[in-house]
């Protein structure tokens, strides 16, 4: 059975930092991309990034509003996923969701809950 | 970027009774590659988005047969059948053909 697991969510103040951790279980990680996603409280879904399998470069793509920020990176041998995320801001609160598969996700975590707030 | 629309915003249903939402996204879905990435998501109350449909029409395992896809190009439908009182939640549109990924802003269904 696919598991997705994320980590590492919290209160944190304006322009500090924050590594959530997405651990998975049921599959061969290192074959997968793996992709980002959030909600903000009340809002819909958004996009935030992606990284690719070792096979097809590894290599990430971030969206705009996250861009230079945010670096998504993965330890195939631990089976974990990161999303690090620097110079954060109140329009970052919300739940992240990591994904297998970017551009189908067909299987999601359960979120982790991040509020950046003073 | 593709902005993707999504009517109507709120539907409520009566149990037993069909219902549609509309997807619609301002550039062409199809993808150099032949396929057309457009994915449908339930999100029920407190929980995760739980993927529905890809490449507009595929099924996902486990979703009852009472949801389908259908559409091309830059329209699509979500159908439900016969709406059961589990369907309560929000539907979300997501295109993964263009950078960066995008979704509708969601259509709420409830129960009469």
């Known amino acids: 059975e696919v598991q997705l697991v994320e980590s590492g969510g919290g209160l944190v103040k304006p322009g500090r930092s924050l590594r959530l951790s997405c651990t998975a279980s049921?599959?061969?990680?290192?074959?997968?991309?793996m992709g980002w996603f959030r909600q903000a409280p009340g809002k819909g879904l958004e996009w935030v990034g992606f990284i690719r399998s070792k096979a097809k470069g590894g290599t990430a793509e971030y969206a705009a509003s996250v861009k230079g920020r945010f670096t998504i990176s993965r330890d195939d041998s631990k089976r974990v996923a990161y999303l690090q995320m620097n110079s954060l801001k109140t329009e970052d609160t919300a739940v992240y969701y990591c994904t297998r598969r970017v551009v189908t996700p067909g299987y999601w975590g359960q979120g982790t809950l991040v509020t950046v707030s003073s | 970027d593709v902005v993707m629309t999504q009517s109507p915003l709120s539907l409520p249903v009566t149990l037993g009774q069909p219902a549609s939402i509309s997807c619609r996204s301002s550039?062409?879905?199809?993808?150099?590659?032949?396929?057309?990435?457009l994915n449908w998501f339930q999100q029920r109350p407190g929980q995760s988005p739980r993927r529905l449909i890809y490449?507009?029409?595929n099924r996902d395992s486990g979703v009852p047969d009472r949801f389908s896809g259908s559409g091309s190009g830059t329209d699509f439908t979500l159908k439900i059948s016969r709406v059961e009182a589990e369907d309560v939640g929000v539907y979300y549109c997501m295109q993964g053909t263009h950078w960066p990924l995008t979704f509708g802003p969601g259509t709420k269904v409830d129960i009469k």
């Open positions: 550039q062409s879905l199809v993808d150099s590659d032949g396929n057309t990435y």
């Open positions: 490449k507009v029409s």
């Open positions: 049921g599959f061969t990680f290192g074959d997968y991309a």
